[in-house]
């Protein structure tokens, strides 16, 4: 996947394959979008901005004097939720890029905890900035995308990701490592990260290029993060949006 260098102009990805949608916006809206870590569609990010303008099929956002033309289905101007609650899990901005922790306080704006590097961290955003993590199939959610069963393989190969927008028959999607992905509706399966889990219960965990199973043996950080006893053997620690209650029986198998 290409793009254009900043030097000739706003960065574009020439080789979008679509769909491609006329924006509902204007201009000056802050809203989720799907951006480059630096000048290629190879590796992206989900981060909030404000919308500098809109074009036919992308949108225009203007970051650190860089022009970056966005395609409409990977922009998303996120309704407020109606029903957060203390403790929900959910995905909000900071350090200009996304971070997954759960509600502390709920007002007119909401305090998140989350976990960014190696450090706890609270910050209060608006409504507008935050996704709830409620097992919906919908923008920023953590999702497991499965591939079709190589010849002579046992099981497919697994990418843990977050959806951004599907269409009739294909989904777009960003792997953990910043990959995008346009796949079939039918290899998209969205995980149930949300609720808190309680030791003892068994779950299952994303890493990389797979999931594996294990049980909860202690809730760290009010629930930011487990550490997993793994049915293989030995333990790990994830992070919420890594950790799932379910899957598909043809992963699991």
Do not use: C
Not at 36 to 46: A, D, H, I, N, Q
Not at 163 to 178: H, L, M, P
Not at 183 to 211: C, D, F, I, T, Y
């Amino acid at each position: 996947m290409a793009s254009l260098p900043s030097t000739s102009g706003p960065v574009k990805w020439v080789d979008f394959t679509g769909p491609f949608e006329k924006p509902t916006l204007k201009g000056g809206e802050h809203v989720w979008a799907v951006l480059p870590v630096s000048t290629g569609w190879e590796t992206l990010k989900f981060a909030e901005h404000e919308v500098t303008r809109v074009d036919d099929t992308t949108v225009v956002f203007r970051i650190e004097g860089t022009a970056y033309e966005v395609p409409a289905v990977f922009v998303n101007q996120v309704e407020p939720p109606r029903d957060i609650e203390k403790g929900d899990a959910v995905m909000a901005s900071a350090h200009d890029a996304r971070v997954f922790g759960r509600v502390l306080e709920v007002g007119s704006k909401i305090k998140v905890r989350f976990r960014f590097a190696s450090d706890n961290e609270e910050l209060e955003v608006e409504p507008a900035g935050i996704i709830k993590l409620d097992g919906k199939l919908k923008f920023g959610a953590p999702v497991l995308v499965q591939d079709e069963i190589a010849e002579g393989a046992k099981v497919p190969q697994v990418h843990p990701s977050q959806f951004i927008s599907q269409d009739g028959a294909s989904t777009w999607v960003v792997t953990f490592t910043g990959k995008p992905l346009h796949v079939p509706n039918a290899n998209v399966h969205v995980m149930s990260a949300g609720p808190l889990r309680h030791a003892g219960e068994k779950v299952w965990v994303a890493r990389q290029e797979e999931v594996v199973p294990g049980a909860v043996r202690e809730v760290l950080d009010d629930g930011i993060r487990y550490r997993i006893q793994l049915d293989a053997g030995g333990e790990t620690v994830a992070p919420l949006e890594a950790v799932t209650a379910s899957i598909p029986g043809t992963i699991a198998h």
